[in-house]
Nanobody, 119 residues
Framework: QVQLVESGGGLVQPGGSLRLSCAAS????????MSWYRQAPGKERELVAGITSAGTSTNYADSVKGRFTISRHNAENTVYLQMNSLKPEDTAVYYCNAGFRAPLMSGYWGLGTQVTVSS
């Protein structure tokens, strides 16, 4: 059974940083690209960042380029999202899923982790 468990969210002031983690199980993690998505209230879920299976290539939404960094640790079946210079518009629930530019396991979304950027 595929499981995706996100963690690391919280309340942070503008300009602050957070590091999100996603622990994956139930599939061969090292064979899949992985991505982070986010969904703000009243908005559709959007792609934030993706990373190839070996971690050799990444892609980012224009809104987070230069501020967010996606990485992965295949031995620990975990993908990370380092978020710096956070802005109020980054407030959302953040999710991970397999795939580089689109979710490959859309039937297996986790609960996500809430990120709130506010003073």
């Amino acid at each position: 059974q595929v499981q995706l468990v996100e963690s690391g969210g919280g309340l942070v002031q503008p300009g602050g940083s957070l590091r999100l983690s996603c622990a994956a199980s139930g599939f061969t993690f090292s064979s899949y690209a992985m991505s982070w998505y986010r969904q703000a209230p009243g908005k559709e879920r959007e792609l934030v960042a993706g990373i190839t299976s070996a971690g050799t290539s990444t892609n980012y939404a224009d809104s987070v380029k230069g501020r967010f960094t996606i990485s992965r640790h295949n031995a620990e079946n975990t993908v990370y999202l380092q978020m710096n210079s956070l802005k109020p518009e980054d407030t959302a629930v953040y999710y991970c899923n397999a795939g580089f530019r689109a979710p490959l396991m859309s039937g297996y979304w986790g609960l996500g982790t809430q990120v709130t950027v506010s003073s």
